[in-house]
């Protein structure tokens, strides 16, 4: 059974950092595309962070470069992404994603057809 479970979201101030973790089960994240997603009140759903092992590619929005990193960590089966200088705007429900398909367009890459987890709040206020 697939699984998904994000965890490490939080409320924090602006300038603090807090780190995601997405627990994956049922399949091996080493043949996977991984991303990390997020979704605030009244906007669509958007691809923060992304990462295609097996091409040594990250890729990540403009609006979080150079602050958040994703990585992952294949003995434990897990996704990491860690935030740093969380601004308010960076307030959304964050979830993780993985694909057996994607591709890398641009640098970025993207899920097709991701199995999704739960998601974890992160709420930054100034």
């Known amino acids: 059974q697939v699984q998904l479970v994000e965890s490490g979201g939080g409320s924090v101030q602006a300038g603090g950092s807090l780190r995601l973790s997405c627990a994956v089960s049922g399949f091996p994240i080493s043949r996977y595309c991984m991303g990390w997603f997020r979704q605030a009140p009244g906007k669509e759903r958007e691809e923060v962070a992304g990462i295609y092992s097996g091409r040594g590619t990250t890729s990540y929005a403009d609006s979080v470069k150079g602050r958040f990193t994703i990585s992952q960590d294949n003995a434990k089966n897990t996704l990491f992404m860690q935030m740093n200088s969380l601004k308010p705007d960076d307030t959304a429900m964050y979830s993780c994603?993985?694909?057996?398909?994607?591709?890398?367009?641009?640098?970025?890459?993207?899920?097709?057809?991701?199995?999704w987890g739960q998601g974890t709040q992160v709420t930054v206020s100034s």
């Open positions: 994603a993985a694909s057996r398909v994607c591709t890398v367009v641009n640098g970025i890459v993207n899920l097709i057809g991701p199995n």
